[in-house]
């Protein structure tokens, strides 16, 4: 158990510094830059590289634990070589203060369901053509999932695979706090780390609606909020890491009206031409688009499965996932974001509920008084302790960057819209709250080092006992997540059938005593429904028909 802690430990440590060290590695090649000002711009510049990497060392080799070990060091020695060493303890001190929040037995719901075993498919060396015939929820399942695909391991085998979403969350701390020290916009930079400390210190609830929420928070602190994009490597960065976002979740779409404001309202077309053509960001963002589509198609048959027009032919190739089950699962959404099947007083019809707007009053009563109104009153309590607790000393500064705040509301329309849930959208939330709170109230430029520093202390404290304290209960727990298996999360057993196509064993799932229907942590190909499936390999491809 020690050893297994200590282990988990130190390749959470490695891991962040291997993406860091693939970020410098893109930004010599992309933008011929060797340095940054804070380390952590780099780890989020590696998920440029990381994404279609993954996505090519699905399609050209599989998955193997000794490659997965030597892209791991890889990483971690062009850190080693390019870092310095104030960088290199500083990046220790930021995993060993907030490793404990990586530890859990119970993740949230949809680990179980699909997350944890679309890892697994997409991990045992096959290259599946109609993925999602599997399960349905596959093809809405995130890109991201072929990085955690990376982090299947000798003798851990998929215990690793929650590293590469907590580092997200590792890494916007480590950056938040290199700001401050680096004096920079000091009062929201560190209204964002006493946030993220105090309210987003639970791992279980994270999946990646917030990792992707992250990283929109750190696309405004470092290329929106009161920056001018003044080169066309700054520019082609934004891009980039956005395009990145919505990758790991299509809904993080809404945040765009801040990428609009930025070039349409402050730049001439010809300079967006301009910034579209140049090399650093056409070939690198065709490279992610093409990641991107070469997911949706093996899983579906479309080279965008938003768009029907986009997709092969079912009559010739029979392993094209049906696209009423997309439009299906759209609808679902859109019903379930809305609280459609939680109506509590009046039981209207589906066409009714989501006409002119007949849903909004549901969802204030069932979901914003509930989860957002609480968060926003959260937001408000912090601004008013840095404001008058922290921040006090002169000059004061009143900001007037009124296009950020019309890009937050359009951004908060677009989401209330289309899903309104606050794991879909917390990030325009805090950002509208703060840009309304900075229109009245003048900020001071500097703060009270010793108040400062007694709130992170008491934040940090706060967020280690939380999480110790998560750790015991879990420990006493008397279902299938008691933490018996610590550090690893918790594997409940499911029950399976197994059955053959073409001589190709496989699993079909079926309920179990004590826990609900799931393919979760099963050790062949899984089908979790009950339709007549048709598999078909050769060599490591295989071909995955409903019939």
């Known amino acids: ?13 490695i891991s962040l510094c291997s993406f860091i060290g693939f970020g410098i590695l893109t930004s010599s090649i992309l933008f011929k830059e060797n340095i940054t000002k804070n380390i952590f711009n780099n780890f989020f510049l590696g998920l440029v590289f990381i994404f279609p990497l993954s996505m090519l060392y699905y399609i050209v080799i599989g998955n193997h634990e000794l490659i997965n070990i ?61 993925l999602s015939n599997l399960d349905t929820r596959y093809f809405y399942s995130s890109i991201f999932s ?31 706090f290199k700001e401050i020290e680096r004096n920079n916009n000091n009062f929201i930079n560190t209204f964002f780390l006493i946030l993220i400390i105090f309210k987003f210190k639970r791992f279980s609830e994270f999946g990646y609606d917030y990792i992707g929420q992250f990283i929109l928070i750190y696309l405004f602190l470092e290329f929106i909020y ?34 609009i404001v930025k070039f349409f309202f402050k ?25 991107f589509t070469m997911n949706s198609f093996l899983k579906t048959g479309c080279l965008n499965y938003l768009f029907k027009d986009t997709c092969i032919s079912s009559d010739k190739y029979s392993w094209v996932f049906e696209y ?19 109506q ?46 922290i921040f006090k000393k002169k000059p004061l500064i009143k900001s007037k960057d009124k296009l950020c705040l019309l890009a937050s509301s359009i951004s908060i329309l677009i989401w209330l819209i289309n899903f309104p849930q606050y794991r879909f959208g917390f990030t325009s939330i805090i950002i509208f709250i703060f840009l309304i709170f900075e229109l009245f109230v003048n900020i001071p430029e500097k703060f009270e080092k010793k108040r400062l520093m007694s709130v992170l202390l008491i934040g940090i404290v706060f967020f280690n006992l939380s999480n110790l304290s998560r750790i015991s209960s879990e420990v006493k727990r008397e279902d299938v997540y008691n933490y018996s298996n610590f550090p690893w999360f918790a594997k409940p057993v499911a029950y399976f059938k ?25 050790h062949l190909i899984c089908v979790n429904h009950d339709d007549p499936v048709d598999i078909k390999k050769n060599n490591r491809l295989l071909y995955i028909s409903k019939n």
């Open 1 to 13: 158990m020690i050893l297994d802690t200590i282990s988990f430990l130190l390749i959470t440590y």
């Open 70 to 130: 030597c892209i791991l060091l890889i990483g971690f020695l062009i850190f080693l070589k390019k870092s310095n060493f104030n960088d290199i303890k500083f990046i220790l001190f930021v995993t060993v203060l907030f490793f404990i929040g990586l530890l859990i037995s119970k993740s949230h719901e949809d680990f179980s369901v699909y997350h944890f075993q679309h890892i697994v498919e997409l991990s045992d060396g096959n290259l599946k053509f109609g």
């Open 146 to 176: 072929h990085v955690q695909t990376l982090f299947r391991f000798y003798y851990f085998e998929y215990n690793l695979i929650n590293i590469p979403s907590y580092i997200i969350f590792l890494s916007l701390i480590g950056y938040l």
């Open 226 to 259: 009161k920056k001018k994009l003044k080169s066309l490597i700054l520019e082609a960065k934004l891009i980039l890491i956005f395009t990145i976002s919505v990758m790991i979740k299509v809904t993080n779409i809404y945040f765009l009206p801040f990428l």
């Open 267 to 291: 730049k001439k077309f010809l300079d967006i031409l301009k910034i579209l053509k140049t090399k650093m960001l056409f070939i690198p963002l065709l490279i992610l688009i093409f990641t």
């Open 324 to 342: 009423n089950q997309i439009e299906f699962s759209k609808k679902l959404s859109k019903n379930w974001s809305r609280g459609f099947y939680h």
């Open 344 to 389: 509590t007083k009046n039981k209207y019809e589906e066409e009714v509920y989501n006409k002119n707007f007949k849903w909004l009053n549901n969802w204030i009563n069932g979901h914003f008084l509930i989860k957002i109104f609480p968060f926003i009153l959260l937001l408000i309590f912090i601004l008013l302790i840095l404001r008058f607790f």
């Open 498 to 522: 197994k059955e053959v196509s073409h001589n190709y064993k496989y699993l079909r799932s079926k309920k179990g005593e004590n826990f609900w229907r799931t393919c979760f942590n099963a």
